[in-house]
């Protein structure tokens, strides 16, 4: 240089500037993804950096991410560098059809159609949306909506009706399962629906808005139904466990008021139903939609022209894997002989003798 020469430029250095280029044409913006996916095959949604033989959905959605161009690679092995959070995370073999991820990408043209290019097509990318710099869509979520879709013979009463296929749900039934749901509403301790929580822990306090089973259809001749539920926030297998006592008792193993004890400090031995049947339907941002959604900058975090991509999915993907996984695997069937196992009982019993001994 001091010669009059150009330094000479190493290859690196020009891959570097082009790199800078491309991120100044494009530079890095919040976003909110809209995901579906089948979760057969998976271990869940969260990724577990460096256990590779547990695949989750994550893994593929980063891949995905880092292949069309949207974040470098780096950022795909350090998942907070582009400050990413999902909003729930689902189990084991559970699917979705409004998960929502929040990151922050490189807005590049026909973002959406390059991340599903190289998606498989049971995880489809089906909205985005610009958000605020500081959104969370873990802690900005105020509320979640499941389904759980089932054979109705799971409420076949264990000593008088069919316990196959052939079992369709009278309305009495209905009325019974509809009315034990119901007793969910609220706010209680779900320490008994999770696995190590305490009664004394602050954090199995949920607060549950609905939760009902609609009317029975049949497919493939299995009749099935769907309950709904709505909360604030859900535990590991807390709505599978809640499914499941509720199922216990209509079925005739446990009495009614296992649920209302269930709430009590003592240990309560809870069946936790199948993941299966299990779907992530929609999250609510209704206090983020209040306070930025008609600001002029931001939109609200609604779906309503997503909404027939979202049933067009499940009717793909998401209800087809329940059904003939059910027909084939009979994952209710088989978890339904296991319930005999539990004891419903015991604590009651251990209350009794207690008292007993200390007359």
């Excluded at 013979?153 to 119901?182: G, S, W």
């Excluded at 216990?248 to 139903?273: F, H, M, N, Q, T």
Aim: aromatic share 8%; proline share 4%.
């Amino acid at each position: 240089e001091e010669n009059g020469h150009q330094p000479k430029r190493l290859k690196r250095d020009v891959d570097e500037e082009d790199v800078e280029d491309q991120n100044k044409k494009s530079p890095k913006r919040k976003i909110v993804l809209l995901m579906a996916y089948s979760g057969k095959g998976y271990h869940g949604m969260q990724r577990n950096v460096g256990s590779s033989q547990f695949k989750t959905i994550e893994d593929d959605l980063v891949s995905a991410l880092v292949q069309s161009g949207c974040i470098p690679e780096n950022h795909g092995e350090n998942m907070k560098k582009m400050s990413f959070q999902r909003c729930a995370r689902t189990d084991k073999g559970v699917s979705a059809a409004g998960q929502i991820v929040s990151l922050k990408v490189r807005l590049i043209d026909d973002i959406l159609e390059k991340i599903n290019n190289h998606l498989p097509s049971h995880i489809r990318i089906l909205g985005l949306k610009r958000v605020t710099g500081g959104f969370n869509s873990k802690n900005k979520c105020d509320a979640r909506t499941y389904s759980y879709m089932l054979p109705t013979f799971a409420f076949a009463h264990k000593d008088h009706d069919v316990q196959e296929e052939a079992y369709r749900l009278n309305k009495e039934t209905l009325e019974k399962v509809n009315k034990l749901l119901a007793c969910y509403k609220g706010t209680h301790n779900f320490h008994n629906f999770t696995s190590q929580k305490g009664p004394k822990d602050p954090s199995a306090k949920r607060y549950i808005m609905e939760m009902y089973c609609g009317e029975p259809f049949v497919r493939e001749n299995i009749e099935f139904a769907v309950i709904k539920v709505k909360g604030q926030s859900f535990m590991m297998h807390q709505i599978r466990k809640m499914i499941g006592l509720v199922i216990a008792v209509v079925k005739g193993y446990a009495s009614e008021s296992i649920i209302e004890r269930s709430w009590g400090e003592e240990k309560v031995d809870v069946p936790k139903a199948p993941g299966l049947g299990l779907v992530l339907e929609r999250v609510h941002f209704e206090k983020y939609n209040r306070r930025f959604g008609n600001d002029g900058l931001h939109e609200p975090l609604e779906w309503r022209e997503e909404e027939e991509k979202i049933a067009v999915f499940k009717e793909q993907y998401i209800y087809p894997t329940i059904i003939n996984t059910e027909m084939e695997e009979k994952s209710m069937m088989n978890w339904l002989t296991t319930l005999p196992i539990h004891d419903f009982n015991s604590s009651a019993a251990g209350m009794q003798a207690n008292k007993k001994n200390s007359k």
